[in-house]
Every structure is written in C-alpha cells, then in structure tokens.
C-alpha cells in the first residue's frame, strides 16, 4: 500500500488484522503532528515525543488485532486518549521516581521481575528465525498480537482452532528445545 | 520438564487473565506448592514474553526509522528540502517579476506560448478595467487617404462617405475619448460593448505605403521631402530643387519614394498606457497603440517596414504579434525618412 496514500479508518483496521505492517507507518505519519503537540506543550521533548508515539501504536495495534475490538471513535482521537494517559503516566513515574512499568500493567500481562530477565530481542529473533515462519507467525499473533485461536485459524488458513491449538504446541516445543541446545534457561530464570 | 499440553493451555490462560477466580486461586496454590511445575510455568513466561518482545522491538525499530527519514521539518534532511523547495519558488517567482518588469508585455508572450491568443490575454487582463469596447467596421466607402511630412499634418481628402461617418471623420482629429464620439450603425450595440473589454479603437485610417529604394549611405544624402510623392518624376525634380537649394553640397542626391500598395491604420487608446504595435503577416493592417498622435507615415526600405509617428521613426515586424516600439537612433537611416 503506497505510503502517502490517504487511508481511511476502515482500510487501516484492516491492514492491521491481516498483518501490514505498513500500517504502523500510516498510523505514525497521520497522529505523529498531533501527539508532538500535546507531549511538547506539556514538558516533553522531541525524545519523549518519539517514545510515546511507538507505545501509542504499538498499544493500538495489539488492541485493534482483537476479533472483538470495535472502534467507537476516530483512530486519532483513539490515539491521543492513549498517549495523553502514557505521558501523564510518565510524568508522574519521573516525578515519584517510581520504577514500575506502566507499559505492561496496561497491556494487562502479569509480569515478575524478580523472577525474569528478558532475553534481548535480536538474540531472541535467532532462535525465532530457526522454528520456521508459519511457528514465528503463530507464536506472535498469539503472544504479542492478543489473537484468539479462531482469528489465528483465520489468517494463516487452518481448518479449525484445534489445528492452532496443536500447532502453537508444536512449535512451542521446538522452540524451547532449541532453545535449551543454545543456552542455559537459569541464566535467565532465577 | 516437557510441558503438556494442558499445562501450555492453562499458563496461557492465567497469563492472558482468562481464568475465573476460583481457577486463579486453585493455579497459584499449585505453583506454591509444585515447584516442577512453577520451573515449567517460569519458562514458558520467558519464553512467550521474548516472543512478545521479539516483535515489539521489530516494530519499533520500523517506527523509529520512521520518525528519522519520513518527516518534513521535523529531521535534517526534511528541513533542507523544505529550505531548498523555498529557494526554488523564491527563484521562480523573482524570475517572473524580473520578466514582467523587462517587458511589459510579458504577460501576452507567455499568453501566446500557452496558446492563448494575445487578444484572449487583453480581455483577461483588462476585465476588471471596465472599459468600453467601440469596435469600428471599416467603410470601404468611407477610407481615409492621410499623408504626412516632416512636420505638417495634411487633412484628409475628401472622399465620397456615407454622412454618419463623415461626422466621425471630422470629430477624429481632435477625439481623445471615445465616449465623446456618436453611435451610429457601423459602431457595435452598448449591451455587446459590455461583454468585450479590450483597448479601444481611435481611429481608422487606408493610407499609402512609401518605398525608399536602397541608397549607400556614404556616397548620398537623401534630402528632405515635405510632402509625399504620388509621382516618381515630380518626387525626382523636387529633390533637385532641393539639392539647388543646399549650400556646399557637391554630390548629387537623390531621393526616389515610391508611393506602394495602401494600409489600414488602426490607432488604439490602451487602458494601461503601452505603445507598441501590430503589423499583420500579409502587411495590410497595423495597429497603433498608446501614442498620442494619431497619425503615422509607413514606409518600405530594404523590404522592411518602418513607421513614423511625431517624427520618431520605428521598425516594424510583419508578424502578427504586439511587439513594443523599437526607435531608429541612427541619423543616417533617419534621414532617409525625411
């Protein structure tokens, strides 16, 4: 999809669900003017500007992903209620020099950091590369994108939510395997 | 420890809160006291947390080059386009004021190369001038035959027209606005002159066309005429009486003005105050345009054609197109014109 086209509200929620990632640079160009605005005009910089504007996406798009999500207002004004909350929230996290993440309790993922250290992401994408595309695909609709079985069946043309169900199992499995040929899981896990 | 399936099934389904809270108890009560299975569960949240992580970051690393290469104004390379795009309609537009100021009758060339025609361009350019068109047809009955000398204007000769125009004729001599001059039928309807703003029509006038044939200028001078000659002989004699008449003068001078095929004059009053004139390609019309004076000699030397209005002599193009009045400076041609 050309880029500097004018996409409406409809073509955006649909190349979101069907996976265009194009969209989250469409998504960037529309609402980018308008958050810079209001993180400027409220003790922010340029840096925060481009912080806010990739959670503010990124949020979207995973909730936009949801077979039952439903867009009651205009994309933008979608996006300036999340980024005005972000930076509100980050505000008041620099202020009380508080260290949790606003990020994951928005996205509702309970998350121990005592117990876990993240692996970094380019190391991860390796391992990742080595399961196959149709498992690195699944595994992500699933684990970042928030799709239920049913959407996942739809869009990588399964017969039904078991064939996910056993597929996501699969590739579970392999990945953790190769995984656990490559590193030590305790170095990550305490 | 290798998952199940069913322990897959219910850390996905605590992890993403769709467990009741009955479920929520009974899970974490069992991690409390499995630690196999709290192991087992504490991998899979690493695992599926990198998976999520994985694409996060794929993402904003497509959204942070976004925000470096895509917007204009907001990174370098946006400014220096929008500084240099500035520069250039800056350029553009001094371009088309340095044109304008140059020639006047810029906007009528550039009419022309759109194809527009420079009648078209006038109508554009004086639509809010609200000026009157009178446009006049010429009577070929009613043809006026002018002559001019050095100096002296000669009066028309009488010619055999219709009463109307004979009324015009008469008020033309002294005529500087137009509305001063009475309708009657050869001039156009009031309702058509507000539909037409363009320049307007003065006069017009059929006169003869002068041929001076090529003298060398080092050899002969030409000596002035003060009238125009019909008749070669008599123009021949003239001049000799005149040569008698110039002290010191040894060479032998002739002047030979051959009296051409006849031209329709149009002089026009311009709204704006341009000169210029309009010669057409078959060199039977020209038009006159700002000059005070409404009367003018047209003269032929070496297949060119020159006019003469206040005594200032002008070369003219036989092109059909405006062009502005180019002043011969050079005496030697000038007398010539004499």
Redesign the interface.
């Known amino acids: 999809m050309v880029l500097w086209q004018l996409n409406s509200e409809q073509d955006i929620l649909a190349g979101i669900r069907e996976g265009d990632e194009q969209m989250l640079k469409v998504l960037y160009r529309q609402n980018y003017s308008m958050v810079r605005k209001y993180v400027i005009s409220n003790s922010g910089t340029l840096d925060d500007v481009n912080d806010v504007m990739q959670d503010v996406i990124i949020a979207f798009w995973k909730n936009a992903s949801k077979r039952d999500f439903k867009l009651t207002a205009k994309i933008s004004t979608y996006l300036m209620a999340i980024a005005k909350r972000n930076w509100l929230k980050k505000l008041n996290k620099n202020t009380r020099n508080q260290s949790h993440d606003f990020q994951n309790n928005d996205m509702g993922i309970m998350q121990d950091d005592k117990k876990i250290n993240a692996m970094d992401a380019a190391t991860f994408r390796t391992i990742m590369n080595e399961v196959g595309e149709t498992c690195q695909q699944l595994l992500s609709l699933f684990y970042f994108d928030g799709m239920d079985n049913k959407s996942i069946a739809e869009r990588l043309n399964f017969s039904n939510t078991d064939v996910v169900k056993a597929k996501k199992y699969q590739c579970l499995k392999k990945l953790k395997i190769i995984f656990e040929q490559k590193y030590n899981k305790e170095d990550f896990i305490n | 420890m ?2 199940s ?1 069913e322990n ?2 219910k850390f ?1 389904a605590y ?3 769709q467990m009741n809270e009955e479920e929520k108890l009974f899970f974490e009560s069992e991690l409390l006291h499995n630690k196999a299975l709290q ?1 087992e569960f ?19 690393e ?3 080059s ?2 470096e290469n ?2 204009i104004g ?1 990174n370098t390379w946006g400014k220096k386009f929008t500084i240099a795009a500035s520069i250039i309609m800056l350029l553009g537009l001094s371009a088309l004021l340095i044109s304008y100021l140059k020639d006047p009758d810029f906007a009528k060339t550039f009419a022309k190369k759109t194809k527009k025609t420079a009648q078209d361009t006038m109508v554009i350019l004086k639509k809010d001038s609200a000026k009157i068109v009178v446009k006049e047809n010429l009577n070929p009955a009613a043809e006026v035959t002018l002559s001019e000398t050095e100096n002296n204007l000669l009066p028309s000769p009488p010619t055999p027209e219709s009463s109307a125009f004979e009324k015009r004729a008469s008020a033309e001599n002294n005529i500087e606005d137009i509305e001063s001059i009475p309708f009657n039928e050869t001039e156009i309807s009031r309702k058509d002159k507000e539909n037409i703003l363009t320049e307007i029509l003065i006069k017009t006038v059929k006169q003869e066309v002068i041929i001076i044939p090529k003298i060398n200028l080092e050899q002969q001078k030409l000596v002035p005429k003060s009238t125009v000659d019909r008749d070669v002989s008599a123009s021949d004699k003239k001049a000799d009486n005149n040569l008698g008449s110039t002290k010191g003068d040894t060479q032998k001078i002739k002047a030979i003005k051959v009296i051409s095929k006849s031209i329709i004059i149009e002089f026009f009053k311009t709204p704006l105050n341009y000169q210029g004139f309009n010669l057409a390609e078959n060199n039977e019309t020209l038009k006159i345009y700002g000059f005070e004076k409404n009367t003018a000699m047209v003269f032929i030397y070496e297949n060119l054609h020159y006019v003469k209005i206040d005594n200032k002599l002008y070369s003219l193009l036989s092109n059909g197109i405006f062009s502005k009045p180019n002043l011969i400076t050079n005496i030697e041609i000038t007398k010539l014109f004499e």
Request: no cysteine; aromatic share 10%; net charge negative.
């Open positions: 290798e998952s399936k897959i099934a996905d992890l993403n809160h192991e504490n991998f899979h949240n690493f695992i599926t947390q990198s998976i999520a992580n994985e694409k996060e970051d794929r993402f904003r497509i959204l942070k976004q925000q895509s917007y907001n």
